[in-house]
């Protein structure tokens, strides 16, 4: 589609749609910035991940050979990134008559957002099929402090209840991540609102980008974030995740960059904004979903 409407040269223009981008697109996507990172390196198009298996210390007697050999165990997890993108073409007289707005400034601002909402539902998109896709939660249950404890005991413990007998492999969650609706529950029945205290995240995670997501609960050493891009379903619920920081991770190739091509026939300059990312399970068993009701909490109660 060809935009008609901005002010400016269009060189220099160049540099705030890169800034804008980068800004919002950074600011805007806590799932990205919560999981393991990694990049491919220049030459490369794959990244081959080990994971090791547990080794079993025996008990021995004395003058007996130790029998209990161990192994090694390896799995391995490929790692590709793909190619993401959009372009916008802006006329020249467009960028003749636009006059209050910066018009590469908004389009920068609408790349941002685009990026980091792809971005973080690439992420959630992965959410519901860690823990071998068991659930914790339950369709229409809400997500109190009580309920968030629980999970948290379930992940450390190893989940075997009364609807979960089998059990599942124990993590150590770092994080947890819902929508603002069911994160409103947790927020409300830990304490009366206004009165809560001021918690800092964790050093390790990148504090400037997360703290605007961070709800101030962080509850046995779990922090707890809030996503507006998760997907509410028809019934009012969402799948969030409880998960140690590399139980995802993602691969980057090419940040997020603005390219220009100028259109002489035309009269216009196509802006293009690309990147080449992927994003993948790395351990399945170091994260579980959290299926939670999400309808609108009521405020004329």
Known sequence: MVE???????????????????????????????????????????VRVPKVGQFTIADLVDGTTISAEQSINMSLVDLTATE??????????????????????????????????????????????????????????????SNFAATIAKGLGGGASSTDSDGSE??????????????????????????????????RQEEQLLRRFFTGI??????????????????????????????????????WRTERERDASLRATEVVFTSDYGVFELDDTHGAPLLYDAVAPSDAA
């Open 4 to 46: 008609t409407a901005t002010t400016g040269n269009l060189a220099q223009a160049q540099n705030t749609i890169i800034r804008e981008a980068r800004y919002t697109q950074e600011a805007n996507s806590p799932s990205w910035q919560l999981i393991e990172k990694v990049r491919l390196p220049k030459g490369a198009s794959t």
């Open 84 to 145: 993401r993108g959009a372009k916008i073409i802006i006329t020249d007289k467009l960028a003749r008559q636009h006059g209050s707005t910066d018009v590469f400034r908004m389009i920068g601002r609408q790349f941002g957002d685009a990026a980091a909402r792809k971005q973080d539902q690439d992420v959630q998109a992965l959410y519901p099929g860690l823990n071998g896709g068991v659930a914790f939660g339950a369709a229409g249950a809400t997500f109190t402090l």
């Open 170 to 203: 124990p993590f150590d969650p770092d994080y947890a991540v819902h929508h603002p609706h069911a994160v409103f529950q947790v927020v409300k029945s830990a304490t009366a609102i206004g009165s809560g205290a001021n918690q800092r995240i964790n050093d």
């Open 218 to 255: 962080a509850f046995n050493g779990v922090d707890l974030f809030e996503s507006k891009n998760l997907f509410v379903d028809s019934s009012g619920d969402a799948t969030g995740v409880l998960a140690q920081r590399d139980a995802l991770i993602g691969l980057t190739s090419v940040d």
